[in-house]
């Protein structure tokens, strides 16, 4: 299968250093993902709250970026595939650790 919503991807500035929501309840996370068509940091699948899936249900942002550190890979939750992205986002850091 191919992606098709690459066309979501855009050059974004993550919203936080760290996963956004994790933050504000003092939260740990595993690892962050960082969606590429508006820049939320959310913590991934791994992590107790799962708030970059979150994050995804609720606004249909398909791509996500593996941020934490910075990875480079992407993934598309509509099609459950990996994805090339066509850049990597910088990190704002320092990024505290918590896993």
């Known amino acids: 299968m191919s992606c098709t919503h690459k066309r979501a991807i855009q050059e974004v500035t993550p919203s936080a250093k760290g996963c956004e929501e994790c933050l504000k309840i003092g939260s740990?996370?595993?690892h962050l993902r960082l969606c590429r068509t508006c820049g939320h940091v959310g913590c991934c699948d791994d992590s107790p709250h799962r708030h970059a899936r979150a994050h995804f249900r609720a606004t249909g942002?398909?791509?996500?970026?593996?941020y934490d550190?910075?990875?480079?890979?992407?993934?598309c939750y509509i099609d459950a595939e990996e994805v090339d992205?066509?850049?990597?986002?910088?990190q704002v850091g320092p990024i505290p650790r918590f896993s």
């Not at 942002?61 to 593996?66: D, N, V």
């Not at 992205?85 to 910088?90: A, E, R």
């Open 28 to 30: 740990a996370w595993v």
């Open 61 to 66: 942002h398909p791509i996500i970026e593996g």
């Open 69 to 75: 550190p910075p990875e480079g890979w992407g993934w």
């Open 85 to 90: 992205l066509p850049d990597q986002t910088p």
